[in-house]
Structure formats: C-alpha cells, structure tokens
C-alpha cells in the first residue's frame, strides 16, 4: 500500500508541472533528442539498402518503430522521476516474470527468445535489461554511504543482477546477458562500491573464466573457437566474420555508393539488416560513414555523462549512466564484432538494427533520463 | 556523514568520468580497426570482394556434327536438360533425391555418389544430378518443383546418332571423360566435365570434334547463383566432319549383310518365339532381328563385314560391320543391362570387324601369290601344272579343294577355279620371301592410313617374323599354307578392300573416311601392267567364266561387269569322324565352326570405279555366302549411278 500512494500523487505532479512550461521545454535535452532521431534515420536508409532499395520489409516498419519509441519516450518522460524510482521493484518483479513465462509460453528460433502476442513480437530480455538498471538505480538511491562499504549491502545486489542474468543465459542468449550483466556492473561500479571489492570481484571473474567456457553451449564455443581463427570454418561460422570484414574493407575509405554494396546486395553478407548492418554501411560509405555513425553514438554517450553531472539525485544519475553505458557497450560490441575484434554474439546497433525491441528499451531508458532531467526539483523529496 | 555522501558524490562523478574514458578508449579502438581495414588493408579485401563476386565459368562448345557425302547427319547435337541442385535450399538432400527418383531414372548408386559429393563441397554449390533429361522429364520433375526447393535446369547438349545402328562402329561413341584419357592427351582438362569420343571418328577426331571452350564472367551472389552473365571469349564450336561415306549404301549392305542366304522372319511367329525360349545363345544374339536358315532353322543376322571403296580416290564408301550396336546406348549415361546385353552376347556386337576383325584372306590372297610369280618371271599364262587334287610334299599331302583336282591349269584356269595345288606349285617356287613382299605392296599385315582406333594390322608372315617369334625355321609345308591364304596370314576386310582396289587400279591406292582428305595422288605399285592383266583376266573369269567360283553372282547390269575372287576360309579341320558321318557341309556344323565366306571383287572391269570386300564370318562358302552379296551391293552401286 506504501508504494501505491505515490502513483495516485504522480497525477497531481504532472499538473503541477504544466504550470512551469518554460522550464519544461528548456529543461529537454534537445540536442540529445535529435542525435538519437538522426541515428535512427541513418537506420532507415540503411535498411531501405538492405532491402535493395525498397521501403519494404524493414525501412517503412523502422521508421514506423522511431516514431513509436519517440512516442514512448515522451510518455515516460512525462512520468514523473519518483514514480519511477518509488515502483523500480514493481519494474524488476514484472520483468523477472515475464522472463519467467518466457518458459512456457516464448516462441523462437530454437531458444525461447520471444513473445508472439497477434503479429506482434515481444524480447522480454531487452526491458529486462532497463529495470535491472532502473532497479539498481533505485537501490543505491537508498543506501547510505556507510552501508556502501558493508559487504552485505551487495547481497540483494547479486540478486536483483544475476536472476534475471540466468534466465537470460538459459534462454539462451548470451549477448544479451553479457549486455545486462555489463551495463549492471558500470553502474555499480558509479555508484560507488569500495575499490577493494572491485578488484576482488575482477579477480573473482578472471578464475570463473574456464568455469564458464565449460558452461557455454557448443555453438557459442563454436563462435569463439572461430573467431580466434577464422579459417577453421571459413564456410560456417567463420564464414559471416570474413565476409564482413571483406565487405567492410573493400568499402575503403568513401564506400561503394549507396544501394552499390557488392557484398551486401549479393548476399555474402549475413544478417545484413540486423546484426552486420554496420557492415553494410562500411560497405556503402566506407570508413567516412563508420566515423560519421560512430561519432554520433559517442556524442549520445557523452551527452548521457555530461548530463548525468548536472544531476542531483543519486538514482537519474545511475539511471542516466546505465543508459549511456547500455548504449556505449551496444555500440561497441556490435561494430567490434563485425569488425572482427570480438566473436560473433548477436549484439544489435542500435536505433539502426532492424528490430523493435532493442529500440523501444533505447527510447524508454531516453524517456527515463529526460523524465530526471525534468524532475530536478525533485531532489529533496 | 554528510562527508562521506559528499565523498560517494566525488566517487560517482569520478566513476563517471571514468565511464566517459571508457567509451573514447573504445571508440578509438574502433576506428583504429576500421582505419587499418577500410584504408590500409582495404585494395586487399576489394580484391576478395571482386572473387566474391565473379566467377569464371567455362562455356562448353558445341561438339562438332559428323555427315556422310551427302550431308545426311551421322552425328549430332540435340537439346538435353542438365538437373542441378543446390543442397543448401533443401530442407533434406536425401529425401529431394528420392522424390526425383520417383520421377526420373536415378539409381540408388548415383544417389549415393552425390548424397558423397553433397558432403565434400560447400552447400550453397549446385550439383548436377543428370544432364541428359528429356522435355518429357523435365516437364514430370517441374510438375512437382514446388516440393523440390533448390532444383533447377540447364539447356545442355546431348549427342545423337540418328542413324543408329547403321554407324555404331563408324561414328563410335562418346563417354565421359576418363582419368586414362586425360593421361593420354585424348581430353582436354579444361572440358573433363563433358564427354570425349569413345570409339571410330568421334575418337581419332576428337581434337577437331570438340571445338574451343569460351569463357563467361558470372556475377554471383553468395549462394553461387548467377545473377548476370558476360562472355569474354565466345566458345568456338567443333568441326563439322564430313564423311565419304554413303549412308544409304551402308544401309544396303547391312541389311544384305545381314540377311545372308536366310529368310527373314517376324520376331512374332510362334517358331521364333519357341526358338528364343528353347536356345539361350539365339536369345542372347538377339537384336530384334532373326531369319529361317535353308534347314528351316531360327538364326540369328549373319556377322562379317562389307567395305565398299572408290578405287579411284580410295574414298570409302561404305564400311559396315554386323553385329552392331547402337551408339546412342553407349553415349552418357550407359544403362547396366544395355551394356550386359553387349557384352555377353556370343558374337561381340562391340567389336569392328571392318578394322578389327582378322580373318585368314584363304583363296582371295592367291592373287597376290600369283603376281609375286609373275613379276618373280617365274610363272606366264604358258606355264601349266597338274592338279590331281593334292600335292606331296615328304610326308605331307596338301589337298585341292576340289577332290579330285582340276587336272591341267594355267593361272587364268587357277584363278578362275581356284585350283590349291597350281599355287602350292608356283609358291614352292616363289618362295615365301616374295609373296610377303608382294602382300606388303598391296597393303597386307599393315594397319592402314584411315585412322580409325585400334584398327588391327593382320600378318604376314616371313622367315624371319617365325623365327623372332615362333623361336623355329620357316618350313617349306607353311609356304605352301600360306599360298592359298591360310597358316599364319591374316587380314582385316579393310586390307581385303585396299588389296582389290590395288589390284583393279595398280597404284597404290589408300583408303580414307574424310571427304577431301587424303587426296594425294596414288604412286604406282611398281607392278608391270603385263603382271596385272593378268592377274585381273583371272578374277574376270572367276565371275564371268563357265567355270568361275562366283559365275552365279554376275551383274545383271548392262555393259557392267564384275571381277572378284571367292575364298572359304577353314575354321577348323574336318575330322575323320565328320568325315565318316556326313558331317561335311558347313550348314550341319555349329555356327563357329563353320567357314568363313570370303569374296573380294571391281567393277566395271574395263574402267575399274569401286573395289569391294565381303567376308561373312562362320558363313561357310564364298562362292554361295560372299559373292551374291558383292553383286547385290554393286548392283545398288551402279544402279544408282545411272
């Protein structure tokens, strides 16, 4: 019942709010806003290639999936900070359950990685990944600096990271787990952990390493195994790896020309509308396109930071930070993958990969830093 | 304790900070690789990107057709349908296959070989199941294409012999490409995945046959599915052939040939139908042709070869050999019991007895004997021996055919009679020295220029060839053999044909198949003409006079006349015990037993135009078997000529 009275105040809250509409609006990271769109578009007219210069199947339904997620990113935006912070267990319990259900009821290639609810499919793994961060936000909101360093502090934790981490890996999907699992260990790390227990716990994961190699199923074996030498497979697995960096170094340093990739339109490159669809941008534009998408990504990233120093609250500055790395690590997985630094682990580029999930969670965790943004005034609630 | 929240404040903007460098870190990891592939490695991977997408493909050209004079077709090209799959857009390769095997003809041997091929090559690569479908197949398998994902077709070519039958040995055959021929240089590598002649004129001119491949550039996608083609060399085709032969005096002679002396009779009759089940060696000779023997029994065509030749080019005109094969049966895919049949039937249909058959020439060589007496000087139309129907020679006794001996002969009478005993004299005194020098001159126990594979070169044995081989001195007794044809010499019924055209024309005449090859000008044999006449009024009298061996085969043609000589060929001794039973005529004998009917023959005798040589193996006299068959073909000759 505690946590039900703020929902019935939050109604209030937003009428207040209306009444100070000039700092509304300049109170909006706009700038923030429009890097994101200007991916997103990117993301369309890359698809529209992928397709061979056609709106269908990808470019029109991600220009329709922007729109959306901006939609959603005001709503949450609107929602104020407190609620957010005040329900975050609420968040995690009804993403630890639809993991859950996942079980039972998901449908998939394989792994039981989605939600088909009439024509319309659901990655619970990726809102997963949100309220962890919101969950662990709103933890460390709570903690005093003294129980900071009290290793007993950190046993809920481990709890509210490695549950839905472990339904994420017996999915399974380890991408995205190892997303979570980074994006978790970037905000507690911000929000202060004692330096000693960080070193312990990097140690801790430097011994668990051939544990968990033993763990890992034969085809993730199989991804690594080839990605420390393609040549092992070059028809199989090694197969995306080598046409990937084939296509995006024979792009050189202007690319091929839009709708010109060789590699893409011909079908050497796999997956080119999701996972290698930096491949093909490297292709079409080459490297003056890498760096045109890469420097948009970092500015979102350092946007997220900077705006998380002019933040007051210890949770819209977690918060704010678990996004920016989410973000950082998205990027820098997926294009180290394609690029052939890291194996092949199914990590989307987001706002450009075709896929709804991946995108809403961008908007939604943009949502929740506009909304702390929005709610400063908040802080001595 | 508002110092330590002031403090965690500090650590978290620091820890944020620190987030800040990871992500520059990062970043600049990135475009470090992406510069080093996009700029410093990026004319390498372009290179990679440009043998992704191309491949060069060979662009096989069309296989040169083969004509007789005429410019009827022997051997050509019709449009055949190549069936591929690609094993990667079948949900089961297997299951695929055996659906196509209910469709068409696949065995489960070449399911096995490609289920094998299948796991050795990349997926996305499209394998050809058969490349000989016809419209109808194609037409059964695209029926069911949408259950068959992956399945494609190509116009290919497949070679045709519309003559069939008529040709198989002439033509031969072609194959696919074997490892032994590619060692001997008989295919090329570049075009192993096509077929290369097997046998006769598509082998021996397989180089002019199969034409200059062409090459294609292909873009591909991925899957190695061709998404746009451009030649870069256009595939050159193989060279027409132009044969000198007459298809349809080959077809004459074969079925002359093959009728023999015999009756021909339905294949439904009910004798024949009891014959085929009651004797296993009529049922296996049978090729869907059988005739009623003097005796009334079911036999099956006549074996032996006839070869007509242009004695003034030395143009072959017809070159037939029975039994035969169909050569459309042998070329590509070659069913197993197709070549069972072949291959067990009793009288090898597979092979040419035209080149390869080497038969004892017996009285058809006394021609040669008798010029190496009269060149020699020995012998002239004045010298005459007596024949009493055997000759002594120490303890052996050498018999005349004819019991009890033709009395006094000269070599016209000799010839004309075919008298054993005059040649075993004028032999005796020749020796065997110069009648082998003789056979050479006139082409004997020498494979000739035509250029056929494996064509055989006979024998003609000398003192000196049994001595190297036999490893004994020549004896007087195998001269006088020799001199009627039979011991150690043979020869193929091309020599036979080359020998009479000599002969007719006493220049050294060569056979050939090519039309306007081989025209070089004929030396002269270095016979005095004296010599020849001769030699030719004898084989004049052999057809034409009273008591010729072949005067029931002359020409009913006006103004046309034959010469010829007649030979029967003993296959083996007549025994005592057939002797004391009867047994003497070759009709009463099995078949492989009986003798070989020889007969070599010109005409017109005044201006000699085409020479011919007849041998109907196991067919018993020359005279009855051989001869009426050189009159017939002549007769269809000339009667076409006019």
Redesign the interface.
């Given at each position: 019942m505690k946590y039900l009275s703020p929902l019935i105040q939050s109604f209030d809250l937003s009428l207040e709010k209306r009444e100070t509409a000039d700092s509304w609006v300049g109170a909006t990271p706009w700038l923030m806003i429009f890097v994101a769109v200007a991916i997103g578009l990117i993301g369309v007219g890359a698809l529209y290639s992928a397709a061979h210069g056609a709106w269908q199947p990808w470019a029109l339904m991600h220009a329709i999936r922007l729109a959306l997620g901006l939609l959603a990113m005001a709503i949450v935006a609107l929602l104020p900070i407190r609620f957010i912070r005040r329900f975050a267990l609420l968040w995690w319990l009804m993403a630890i359950a639809a993991l859950g259900m996942l079980e039972f009821f998901g449908t998939g290639k394989g792994a039981d990685r989605w939600f088909a609810l009439g024509g319309i499919t659901l990655q619970p793994s990726e809102p997963a990944k949100l309220a962890v961060l919101v969950m662990l936000a709103a933890y460390f909101h709570e903690l005093s600096a003294d129980r900071m360093r009290q290793i007993r502090s950190y046993i809920p934790v481990l709890l509210i990271v490695f549950l839905p981490f472990a339904q994420i890996v017996l999915q399974p999907d380890l991408g995205t787990a190892v997303m979570l699992f980074l994006a978790a260990a970037v905000v507690i790390f911000v929000a202060g952990i004692p330096r000693w227990m960080v070193m312990t716990l990097m140690s801790m994961g430097l011994a668990a390493i051939p544990v968990a190699w033993s763990m890992l199923y034969a085809y993730q074996k199989n991804r690594i195994l080839v990605f420390l030498n393609p040549d092992l497979d070059a028809l199989g697995a090694g197969y995306q790896i080598t046409q990937s960096k084939i296509a995006l170094g024979s792009g050189g340093f202007v690319g091929k020309g839009y709708l010109q990739g060789s590699q893409s339109h011909l079908e050497f490159l796999p997956e080119r509308q999701t996972d290698f669809i930096f491949t093909m941008i490297g292709e079409e534009f080459g490297f003056m396109g890498c760096m045109i998408v890469l420097g948009l990504y970092t500015l979102l990233v350092f946007l997220l930071i900077y705006y998380s120093f002019q933040m007051r609250m210890t949770f819209s500055r977690l918060v704010t930070i678990g996004v920016a790395a989410t973000i950082s690590f998205y990027v820098s997985i997926n294009t180290a993958m394609v690029s052939g630094l890291l194996p092949v682990v199914g990590v989307p580029l987001p706002l450009i990969s075709y896929g709804g999930t991946a995108m809403m969670v961008v908007f939604l965790g943009l949502g929740l830093v506009i909304s702390a943004m929005l709610n400063e005034h908040d802080i001595h609630e | 304790?508002a110092r330590?929240?002031r403090?965690?404040?500090h650590?978290?903007?620091r820890?944020?900070?620190l987030?800040?460098g990871?992500?520059?870190g990062?970043?600049s990891?990135?475009?470090g690789?992406?510069?080093y592939?996009?700029?410093i490695?990026?004319n390498?991977?372009?290179d990679?990107?440009k043998r992704?997408?191309f491949d060069y493909q060979v662009v096989p050209p069309s296989r040169g057709r083969i004509f007789d004079i005429q410019g009827r077709l022997l051997a050509g090209n019709a449009e055949a349908y190549a069936l591929n799959i690609v094993p990667s857009y079948t949900s089961d390769l297997y299951k695929s296959l055996q659906t196509l095997a209910s469709l068409i003809a696949l065995s489960p041997a070449t399911i096995a070989r490609l289920m094998e091929l299948a796991e050795n090559q990349?997926s996305f690569l499209p394998l050809t199941i058969r490349d000989d479908l016809n419209q109808r197949e194609v037409a059964r398998v695209a029926v069911r294409g949408p259950e068959l994902p992956g399945v494609s077709f190509d116009r290919v070519e497949k070679r045709i012999y519309p003559q069939g039958l008529l040709t198989g040995h002439l033509t031969g055959y072609v194959g696919r490409v074997s490892e032994d021929d590619l060692a001997a240089g008989r295919a090329l590598p570049e075009l192993a995945h096509l077929y290369n002649g097997k046998s006769g004129v598509e082998r021996t001119f397989e180089p002019n046959l199969r034409g200059t491949m062409g090459q294609e550039r292909v873009?591909?996608?991925?899957?190695g599915r061709p998404?746009k083609r451009t030649i870069e060399t256009a595939a050159v085709a193989g060279d027409d052939m132009h044969l000198t032969i007459d298809i349809n005096l080959q077809s004459y002679a074969m079925s002359i040939l093959q009728r023999g002396r015999n009756k021909p009779i339905s294949m439904d009759s009910a004798k024949v139908k009891r014959a085929l089940a009651q004797d296993p060696e009529l049922a296996a000779s049978n090729d869907g042709l059988v005739f009623e023997d003097a005796v009334g029994r079911i036999v099956p065509p006549e074996a032996g070869s006839v070869i007509v030749i242009d004695v003034e080019s030395g143009a072959l005109k017809a070159l037939v050999s029975a039994p035969v094969f169909d050569p459309n049966i042998l070329s590509g895919r070659v069913r197993h019991d197709d070549w069972q049949v072949l291959v067990k039937h009793p009288r090898t249909p597979l092979l040419d007895r035209s080149i390869k058959g080497q038969y004892a020439p017996g009285s058809v060589f006394k021609m040669v004997v008798a010029l190496a007496a009269l060149e020699a000087g020995i012998i002239d139309t004045g010298t005459h021996f007596s024949c009493p129907g055997h000759r002594d020679l120490g303890d052996a006794r050498f018999h005349c055919w004819k019991r009890h001996g033709h009395g006094q002969v000269n070599i016209l009478d000799a010839l004309e009679q075919s008298c054993d005993v005059f040649f075993y004299e004028v032999a005796l005194k020749v020796g065997i020295e110069d009648i082998a020098d003789m056979a050479k001159r006139f082409g004997i126990g020498q494979i000739t220029d035509i250029m056929l594979p494996d064509e055989k070169p006979g024998l003609m044995p000398t003192k000196r060839w049994k001595q190297n081989t036999v490893g004994e001195q020549w004896t007087l007794g195998e001269t006088v053999v020799a001199s009627i044809g039979q011991g150690y010499v043979l020869t193929t019924p091309l020599q036979l044909a080359v020998m009479t055209a000599r002969l007719a024309k006493g220049r050294e005449i060569t056979p050939h198949l090519m039309d306007g090859g081989n025209a070089k000008t004929a030396s002269d044999l270095g016979i005095s003409e004296a010599s020849l006449s001769i030699v030719r009024r004898g084989m004049q009298a052999v057809v034409s006079g009273r008591y010729g061996t072949a005067n029931q085969s002359q020409l009913d043609l006006a103004g046309i006349k034959m010469a010829g000589k007649t030979g029967t060929v003993q296959v083996r001794r007549i025994t005592a015990e057939e002797r004391a039973r009867g047994i003497t005529k070759n009709i009463n004998r099995p078949w492989k037993f009986r003798d070989h009917a020889l007969f070599v023959g010109y005409a017109p005798v005044e201006k000699p135009k085409y020479a011919i040589a007849v041998v109907v193996e196991h067919g018993g006299s020359g005279s009855v078997q051989a001869a009426p068959i050189a009159r017939d073909v002549m007769t269809y000759l000339f009667e076409q000529d006019i």
């Open positions: - | 304790m330590k929240a403090q965690l404040e650590m978290l903007s820890r944020s900070l987030l800040g990871v992500q520059v990062l970043t990891a990135l475009v690789r992406l510069f592939l996009q700029a490695e990026s390498r991977y372009e990679l990107s992704n997408r990349a873009l591909v996608n991925a899957f998404i």
